[in-house]
Structures are given as C-alpha cells and as structure tokens.
C-alpha cells in the first residue's frame, strides 16, 4: 500500500495585524508609498509547527485535539485551501473535504441548479453530474423540493444536501471535520454508512472529530494535536486515551479554581445569626441551576470538603464505579450536644440525585468538640456521566444551621458509557441462548 | 503567474455556470424577472433624455445630435464597466466561504462580475441599435465594435483583479469605490463630447484608458468616423497590461484570501 498523504514539516503561521492598521490604512500606505510594506503584518501566531505525519492509502486517520489546537487549519492545508507558510502536502487522488456544508450555494437558486453549480465547484464535470443527480437527491431526501430555492430550505435540509454532494464527488481522499455533528439521529447514520462504505471501497479518509468514541470505532490511526504539535500519534485507543488524561488534567484544575472562588466567596459570615443567602451567578447556561451559597451561625464550622479517590487522593473527577469519598473537616466552637452531618448530591440540572443527613439514617448525636473529620463514603460511585454539584450541611436536629454549603462544592464523573438518566443501578444483560450479541471490547 | 492564467481556461465550465446563476439569482422572485435587463437601460435612457432634452437642453453639436442616443452609447459600456469595478470591491469579501471552506479559484469570482455584467450589455445593445435605426445612423463602423468589447473586456478584468484583492486589505475601498467612480464618470467622455473639450483638458483625459474606449464605441456606433484609431491601437497593449498588472497584483495577494477574508 502506497502512501496517499503525506505531511512533512508543515508550520502554518497565522499573520495578525496590530491595532495601529486599522488606522493607518489604504490613504497613509499610498502616501507613503509603501503598500506592499503595509501589508506586512507585525504579529504572527503560530496555527502548526512542523507536523510531519504520511497517511497509508485505503487506511482511516482521526485528528483529535482541543478547540484551537489547530486541527482545522491542518486539515485546510491538506484541502489546499490554504497553504503552508513552510513545509510541504502532497496529495494522491481527487480530493473531497467536507469542511462546511454547503459552503457554495446560492440561496436564491433551486436545489437542483445549486447541485450543478456545487457539484462543478468540487471538480465534478457536468456529464459526472447528469450522471449521480438522481443518487445525491436520492441521498439528502429532497425529491419533493429540489426545485425550491435553497433560502427556503430548513437547515438540516441544507446540510443534508451539502453532505450529499461533497460525498458524490467520490474522491479518492475524504477530508471530513467535524460535520457529522449536525443533521439528525437517522441522518448521521446514513453519513457514517457512507463514510464505513468508503472505507470499504479502501479510499482513504482524514477525521477530524470531537467523538472519541467514532475515533476508536472508525480510525485506524489516530493523531492528537495540541498547541500547534503533534503529541502523540499511532493506534487510537492509545492516543484517545493519552488525549483524554489530559483533558482531565485540565479539567481537574479547573474545578479546583473554581471551588476556590466559591468558598473564599462564601468564607466570610455576614452575621452568625443571619439566614440570608448570598448569591452568585453559575453558568447561565443550565436555567435550574441552584443558586450557591452558604449561611448558618458557624458554631459549627465546615472548614474544608474534599472529594478522594480509591488511591487517597483529593479529585474532582472520577470514574463511574469507582469508590469515592468525601471528607469534611469540622470544627466545634465549644462542646456540641445536637448535631447532624448531611450531604446531598445535585446534577447540574439542580435535581436532587441523592441526600442524606445522620439523623435521618437514625444516628443520634451524643458529643462534638474541637476539630474532627466526617467521611462520607461511597463504595461505588453509580452516577451517570455529567457535572454535580454537592452540598454539605452540618446543622441541629431542628434546622437551625451551623455551616450550610449550598453547591459550593462540585465534581465530574466521566464514563466510557453513555447512559443517561440520574442514577446508574448496579445491572448486567443476560440473554437466552438464542439471541447472540458481541460483548463490548473492554469494559472499564 | 502564467501557469494560473493557463488553469484560468480549465474553468470555463465553472465561470459560466456562476455567471448563469448570477444573472438567475439577480431577477428570481421579482415580477418582470429577465424583463429588466432590457427596462433598466430604457429607464436609463428616458431620465437622460427628459434632464438633456427639458431641464437642461443642451445643443446637441459637435456631432452629439440626437444628444440621448449619443449619451446611451457612452452609458451602456459605462455601466458595465462601472457595475463591474464597484461589484468586485465586496466580492471577495462576501464570498468568504467559498475562499475559506472549499478549494476554489478565488480568480473566478471577479471575472464573474465583469462577464454577468458583459451580458447585460449585450442585453441592451439591441435597445441602442433599435434607436440606431429609428434615427437612420446605421454605420459602417459597426464592424469594429466587437474589437473594442474586446479591448474593454480585458481593461476591465484587469482592474477588477486589482480593485478585489486591494479591497480584501483595506476595506476602506468599498466605501470609497463608489466616489471613485463618479469621479471617473465625469472624468470620462460619457455626457461631453471628446471633441468639444479644450486641448488643455483633454491632455489629462488621454491618460484615462475609459477615454479612448468610449470614444471608441462614440465613433464607431454614433458618428461613424474612426478618427481616433490611433489612440486604440494605444490601448491594445494598455488593455493588455491592465489586465496582466490587475492579475499579477491579484495572484500575489492570493494565498493571504483565505485567513483574510
């Protein structure tokens, strides 16, 4: 097998010009008579830095990386869209991306006419066309509108039929990033057929994707870019894997920062006595979302909370399954005679997935002075994977709060499987002996 | 350089299926649709005729008599090659996704403009031989007029390369494109006579490559003497140039496109 791409110490620098252009412009670069000069920039980011890889033909090679990692602009240069500023691509075979659908119509002209035009656009000629006009429209489920202007078009109508032409081209190389995200369940299925029958046919396609789970289900090879350089490169189960510890290195700093934030935020009691809640922002994104804050006369005090993993140590993220434990740090002003501990854990939807108190699991509080620490222990983590938010109280039996942490605290599970729901009861599949299913490959 | 020029033919089928779209799209959903490529010109015409025949009658000498059929002479390649300029300045721009999402020849795009454009003229030259006839100034010059589209042709494109990739750069050329123009309107012999305006002036206008075309299409469809075919043989190279320069400037700039637009 030949080698059908073949990448050798491409950088590509992005050139920025400094706010100082926007005011000298075309009237100061003609005066000065320096315009070539002028469009000279006087910043340069740097997109890629000597990537070298070669793609094996008939074979499926995944991009992974963060947004802004330069994943796409790596993929342009493969395109020929846009070109290195050093190193070379060489591409063998007619080459099909699918960087954005339908990127070439016309909205005023009907599906059929914006076929032709697309279709030349991307190589084809007009007989190659007349010849897979009836399989495109076939492909993108648009009989009834093909001669509807394209403006009238929903936009899944739209990529649908950009999808459908780009893969009509029948290249020999396919650049694909990132569009399967649109269209819907049934749609993306039919594109991912398509791309598995490619495969088939032994052409050979370039991926850029954020699913993981396509990675190492599709490719073949994979390459993680970030920070404009190869990190890593070979079997994909190994880079997504290496991709995905990083991210939860990211991830885990990030939550640290922001339980950080939410605690000092809250450190300060307005007035021992006072119930009010303070109230911050969070992600305006999920509308439920509680409101954080802490209150309570702090004669009990909730000093630290830590989330630790089967290992001891402190995380933010864990695993589905795993064991996990939350320790609170306490602190008694004096000797304490009622008192009850509680947790709850919230879904970023603000849903309750489960809270508990000692008193409702019929501890009765006897003493407490001076400085102590509650564990909370979860032997099997069964949520589903998301971010939750945890609450953690200590309070007197009749409600009078000592320290209420309301969401101050909060945590990711991730999972290899995508269930969804808020609790994950402990299950297996079992099947009569008729009914024949593959196992999965590894179960985590 | 040359080498793109070459793949430039390897388009055809492309460019005219733009230019086919283009003229498609520019009249789908209006009532007289086609219709008004022909009525534009018409409308045109009629102001002029009303402003020069009413308002402000001008005398027609100097061989400008009937003064509307001379004006719709220096108004129709005038149009064309004024639409096609002030088009090119937004069209790179406003074709970022072809240049940023797709492999395409960005070239096409400006060539687009002027031929969409070219048809329109076509499309109005029947208008102007219909009065043509009416006033009986049928001339045998008429054989020249495919040389000076020609001429025009590549005058133009030049240009428009030149005007749509400076424009990608400074944007400020879309704003300042449309004064520019009409500056170059009354720079050029369009509503006044070449022949009229005193030799101190003309001396300047020699320098506009417009002059000599319209005057071109002046003699050759209107007065029917060639008396300015030495200055045309002057703008055979000129076109030339333009249209080599435009594309040279066009080609170099190419590759910044893609993150500039």
């Known amino acids: 097998m030949g080698i059908a791409i073949r990448v050798s110490d491409v950088t590509k620098i992005y050139q920025r010009y400094s706010h100082r252009k926007q005011f000298r412009t075309l009237k100061s670069a003609l005066l000065g008579g320096n315009l070539l000069?002028?469009?000279?920039?006087?910043?340069?980011?740097?997109?890629?830095?000597?990537?070298?890889?070669?793609?094996?033909?008939?074979?499926?090679?995944?991009?992974?990386?963060?947004?802004?990692?330069?994943?796409?602009?790596?993929?342009?240069?493969?395109?020929?869209?846009?070109?290195?500023?050093?190193?070379?691509?060489?591409?063998?075979?007619?080459?099909?991306?699918?960087?954005?659908?339908?990127?070439?119509?016309?909205?005023?002209?009907?599906?059929?006419?914006?076929?032709?035009?697309?279709?030349i656009m991307l190589g084809l000629s007009e007989k190659e066309i007349h010849d897979r006009f009836d399989d495109i429209v076939d492909f993108a489920e648009l009989e009834e509108f093909?001669?509807?202007?394209?403006?009238?078009?929903?936009?899944?109508?739209?990529?649908?039929?950009?999808?459908?032409?780009?893969?009509?081209?029948?290249?020999?190389?396919?650049?694909?990033?990132?569009?399967?995200?649109?269209?819907?369940?049934?749609?993306?299925?039919?594109?991912?057929?398509?791309?598995?029958?490619?495969?088939?046919?032994?052409?050979?396609?370039?991926?850029?994707?954020?699913?993981?789970?396509?990675?190492?289900?599709?490719?073949?090879?994979?390459?993680?870019?970030?920070?404009?350089?190869?990190?890593l490169r070979g079997d994909p189960k190994k880079?997504?894997?290496?991709?995905?510890?990083?991210?939860?290195?990211?991830?885990?700093?990030?939550?640290?920062?922001?339980?950080?934030?939410?605690?000092?935020?809250?450190?300060?009691?307005?007035?021992a006595t006072e119930h009010e809640e303070q109230e911050s922002e969070i992600e305006p994104s999920s509308a439920f979302a509680r409101k954080k804050g802490r209150w309570g006369s702090r004669e009990v005090e909730v000093q630290e909370v830590t989330l630790h993993g089967a290992d001891g140590s402190a995380r933010h993220i864990f695993t589905t399954g795993e064991p996990v434990t939350v320790r609170l740090k306490v602190k008694s002003t004096g000797t304490i005679h009622d008192f009850v501990f509680g947790v709850a854990i919230f879904n970023a939807d603000g849903m309750c997935c489960y809270g508990t108190n000692t008193h409702l699991e019929q501890f009765t509080p006897v003493k407490f002075s001076g400085e102590g620490e509650v564990r909370f222990v979860i032997p099997n983590l069964r949520l589903v994977e998301g971010t939750y938010f945890l609450d953690v109280a200590a309070h007197q039996r009749d409600g009078y709060p000592f320290d209420y942490h309301r969401a101050l605290h909060q945590f990711r599970v991730q999972s290899k499987i995508k269930d969804v729901g808020i609790y994950r009861p402990a299950h297996r599949w079992e099947f009569s002996s008729n009914i024949v299913l593959k196992p999965p490959k590894s179960t985590s | 350089m040359f080498k793109n020029l070459l793949t430039l033919f390897r388009y055809r089928v492309l460019i005219q299926s733009l230019v086919?779209?283009?003229?498609?799209?520019?009249?789908?959903?209006?009532?007289?649709?086609?219709?008004?490529?022909?009525?534009?010109?018409?409308?045109?015409?009629?102001?002029?005729?009303?402003?020069?025949?009413?308002?402000?009658?001008?005398?027609?000498?100097?061989?400008?008599?009937?003064?509307?059929?001379?004006?719709?002479?220096?108004?129709?390649?005038?149009?064309?090659f004024s639409s096609s300029v002030m088009e090119s300045s937004a069209i790179l721009i406003s074709s970022g996704n072809l240049i940023k999402k797709i492999l395409f020849p960005a070239e096409v795009l400006p060539i687009v403009i002027v031929l969409s454009n070219l048809v329109h003229f076509f499309l109005g030259l029947p208008i102007l031989f219909a009065f043509l006839i009416y006033y009986g100034k049928v001339q045998a010059t008429l054989v020249y007029l495919p040389a000076?589209?020609?001429?025009?042709?590549?005058?133009?494109?030049?240009?428009?390369?030149?005007v749509s990739a400076l424009a990608v750069h400074f944007r400020d050329v879309q704003n300042i494109i449309g004064n520019f123009m009409?500056?170059?309107?009354?720079?050029?012999?369009?509503?006044?006579?070449?022949?009229?305006?005193?030799?101190?002036?003309?001396?300047?206008?020699?320098?506009?490559?417009?002059?000599h075309i319209l005057v071109g299409y002046q003699q050759t469809l209107f007065t029917g003497e060639m008396g300015h075919w030495p200055w045309l043989l002057v703008m055979i190279p000129a076109s030339l140039i333009t249209f080599l320069v435009g594309y040279y400037f066009f080609d170099r700039l190419r590759e910044t496109f893609a993150e500039e637009v």
């Open chain 2, 182 to 211: 009409m500056l170059w309107f009354f720079a050029s012999p369009v509503i006044y006579s070449y022949l009229t305006i005193a030799p101190s002036i003309q001396r300047y206008l020699n320098y506009n490559p417009m002059t």
């Open chain 1, 146 to 231: 093909i001669d509807a202007p394209v403006k009238t078009y929903s936009s899944g109508m739209y990529m649908r039929l950009g999808f459908a032409v780009a893969i009509h081209v029948d290249p020999d190389v396919l650049l694909i990033d990132e569009v399967l995200a649109v269209g819907d369940e049934a749609f993306v299925h039919k594109c991912l057929d398509k791309i598995a029958e490619f495969r088939r046919r032994g052409k050979t396609i370039i991926l850029v994707t954020h699913s993981l789970g396509l990675v190492e289900k599709m490719a073949d090879e994979a390459l993680w870019i970030d920070n404009s350089r190869v990190q």
């Open chain 1, 37 to 119: 000069a002028e469009l000279r920039p006087d910043e340069r980011f740097e997109a890629l830095n000597d990537i070298t890889f070669n793609v094996r033909e008939g074979t499926t090679f995944a991009i992974i990386g963060r947004n802004g990692s330069g994943k796409s602009t790596l993929l342009k240069c493969i395109a020929g869209i846009s070109k290195p500023s050093a190193g070379t691509v060489v591409v063998k075979g007619r080459i099909s991306a699918l960087i954005e659908l339908g990127a070439g119509f016309h909205p005023e002209i009907t599906g059929r006419e914006n076929i032709f035009i697309n279709g």
């Open chain 2, 20 to 80: 086919e779209r283009e003229l498609k799209a520019r009249y789908r959903g209006s009532v007289l649709g086609f219709l008004w490529s022909f009525i534009n010109p018409l409308l045109q015409l009629a102001i002029y005729w009303f402003v020069f025949s009413y308002i402000m009658p001008t005398r027609g000498s100097m061989g400008m008599s009937p003064y509307a059929l001379f004006l719709f002479t220096g108004i129709l390649p005038w149009t064309w």
């Open chain 2, 148 to 162: 000076i589209i020609v001429l025009q042709l590549f005058l133009t494109l030049g240009i428009c390369f030149f």
């Open chain 1, 239 to 271: 880079v997504v894997d290496a991709y995905l510890a990083r991210v939860t290195h990211h991830e885990e700093k990030a939550l640290v920062a922001e339980e950080e934030k939410a605690v000092t935020e809250f450190e300060s009691p307005k007035s």
